[in-house]
């Protein structure tokens, strides 16, 4: 019987000193956090888009802190509401912030747009865009595979008629889609702006409407 206590009670001797030596550890490189950072954190909505440029809400939230001159308007989900509750947790003026929202610059709908290529890879805007500048005739336009619907958290894009498409009411300016469009024809733009050129060719006149019907010749 004693033989089996002894490895037992030595198990148990190594765990109390390795907690011991945890918790020490624990103490001596403990780093205080301002507590700041969390009352910020949880005004935050928590999508961590990544549309105030940050990696999330928490490295936003942090920063927000650290540095007094960063606005407290970058965070789009939250809008004035949650830039009005951090500014007060900071003690600093919200500011303003015009209200944005994304606008897909191309109107080439699979009526107006002529097919040159059919795709059959996998639905990736971006891995089609590896292969040929767009199945359409023209090059500038809508790929339509969906990326940016893909990776907007909020339903506020998807492709209709081959072109993608906003809705205005979903869509919270995250510039998530933004940023995956290969075509880099996605826009944010003043959400009170109700007018745009809805193309993005380069081309000449002559040839923008030969192969778009909805080209700007302007």
Known sequence: MSGLMTPVLLVAVIGLVCSGLLVFASKVFHVAVDERVTQVRE????ANCGGC???GCDDYAANLV??????CTKC???GAVVAAQIAEILGRAAGAAEPQVAQVMCNG????SKTVLEWQG???CKGAKGWFSSPNACMFGCIGLGDCANACQFDAIGVVDGVAKVNRENCVACGACVGVCPQKIIKLVPKKNQVHVLCSSTDKG???RKNCDNACIG
């Open 53 to 55: 440029g940050f990696a």
């Open 109 to 112: 709908t699979c009526e107006a």
């Open 76 to 78: 789009s989900p939250g």
């Open 66 to 71: 650290a540095d007094e001159e960063l606005p």
């Open 43 to 46: 005004c935050l909505p928590g």
């Open 206 to 208: 002559a040839v923008a």
């Open 122 to 124: 996998m639905q990736s």
